[in-house]
């Protein structure tokens, strides 16, 4: 198997650009929509059967890492982080992070297809459905195994599905901890950092050393897929920023939601039957 080919360096160039265009746009994280499409495409460029699903988590949170850090640093300007905060939150993720990715490893790739399939359609859902509940802001500081909590439970879905876990985190820190919600999300953005990190160690060592991995992998971490993704997806994610604003983005949310359900499906339908 070839992958250093011009139609595979296009390929994974388009797709990070594609990626990212609707991260930015829809104000998710890369992670679900990276790894449905890794999931479709490493089978047709002959990744072996049997890791392409861990592939497609490990090299999905590969990605994410470097996006979160730029995120990171542009809610810092903001003053949209608080580092003693963080600082709980650390501890959380990397302890959830490195569980879930050595559960998700130890996992064969039918089932771990058919988690993703239920989790895709369990999220797509929730944005179908979303309010915006925000409940009163806490006035006292918090305690510290709420932020650890957190922590965990976030670190534990980002490392197990190959996602940035903002999606578990940012309602946590809003409702359970009554953060407001702009803190929330920059503390998230840092947590992502920590647990794409952690997850991402994880899965390069949890597959170092099986048979027959693809060039260019380390674990289950495919470096040639994160350097075409990542540059690009992070460039167009600024500008899906930028084309957000003047497009109806509830509508956008709304229809994109009912692609992913449809997509959970089709990846649920091709594991059962």
């Known amino acids: 198997m070839e992958l250093i080919t011009p139609g595979f360096i296009v390929l994974f160039i388009l797709l990070g650009a594609a990626a990212g265009l609707l991260a930015g746009l829809l104000g998710i994280g890369g992670g679900i929509i990276l790894v449905p499409l890794f999931l479709h495409i490493f089978p047709l460029i002959g990744f072996p059967p049997e890791y392409y699903v861990h592939l497609a988590l490990g090299t999905s949170l590969g990605i994410i890492l470097p996006t979160a850090i730029s995120s990171t640093f542009g809610h810092r300007k903001r003053g949209n982080v608080d580092w003693r905060q963080v600082g709980f939150l650390t501890i959380g993720g990397v302890v959830g992070a490195v569980a879930g990715s050595h559960l998700a490893a130890g996992l064969n790739g039918r089932n771990l297809q058919l988690l993703f399939a239920g989790m895709q359609i369990l999220v797509a859902g929730r944005m179908l459905v979303a309010r915006n509940y925000l409940p009163p802001e806490r006035s006292t500081r918090v305690p510290p195994w709420m932020l650890v909590l957190v ?43 920590v647990s794409s990190l952690a997850g991402m160690l994880s899965y390069i060592a949890t597959g170092s050393g099986e048979p027959g991995l693809p060039p260019w992998s380390f674990g289950y971490v495919n470096l040639l897929v994160v350097l075409l993704v990542a540059p690009l997806a992070m460039l167009f994610a600024r500008l899906g920023v930028r084309i957000a604003g003047r497009l109806p983005h509830d509508k956008m949310v709304k229809a994109f939601a009912a692609l992913l359900i449809l997509v959970g499906l089709k990846m649920g339908y091709q594991v059962l039957f």
Request: overall charge neutral.
């Open 151 to 193: 922590g965990l439970c976030g670190g534990s879905f980002s490392a197990f599905f190959g996602v940035g876990g903002g999606v578990v985190a940012v309602p946590m820190m809003v409702i359970l901890v009554q953060l407001p919600i702009h803190l929330a999300v920059g503390n998230s953005s840092a947590l992502i950092v």
